[in-house]
């Protein structure tokens, strides 16, 4: 079968998938972890996930995020994306130490 078939094929299909009632498209999708970063004087949030997300939304465009973290955990710099959150007993965690040599 020649190529345009396929293509033509993919862009019907998810046309049409993407235009059902009920249905959330997004423009830009992210599945990943976010973090609670332990730092020397506490924790923040942190993760490829929470700094892919906020910089997208800051480009304009309608995120998702399917990560899994504890439910009292604070998301607040994460507003305006919508969370699809598996729900954890814990957060991940990971600590942070700066040295002269870089971050360990």
């Given at each position: 079968?020649?190529?345009?078939?396929?293509?033509?094929?993919?862009?019907?299909?998810?046309?049409?998938m993407n235009?059902?009632?009920?249905?959330?498209?997004?423009?830009?999708?992210?599945?990943?972890?976010?973090?609670?970063?332990?730092?020397?004087?506490?924790?923040?949030?942190?993760?490829?996930?929470?700094?892919?997300?906020?910089?997208?939304?800051?480009?304009?465009?309608?995120?998702?995020?399917v990560t899994?973290?504890?439910?009292?955990?604070?998301?607040?710099?994460?507003e305006g994306?919508?969370?699809?959150?598996?729900?954890?007993?814990?957060?991940?965690?990971?600590?942070?130490?700066?040295?002269?040599?870089?971050?360990?």
């Amino acid at each position: 079968m020649p190529v345009f078939f396929y293509l033509d094929f993919a862009i019907r299909y998810n046309s049409t998938m993407n235009l059902r009632p009920g249905k959330t498209t997004f423009d830009y999708l992210i599945v990943g972890h976010i973090t609670r970063d332990v730092i020397y004087d506490g924790f923040r949030l942190g993760g490829i996930a929470i700094y892919s997300a906020i910089t997208a939304r800051r480009m304009g465009l309608k995120v998702g995020l399917v990560t899994s973290y504890y439910e009292n955990y604070s998301i607040e710099p994460l507003e305006g994306i919508q969370i699809y959150n598996v729900k954890s007993e814990r957060t991940t965690t990971l600590r942070k130490v700066y040295t002269p040599f870089g971050r360990e």
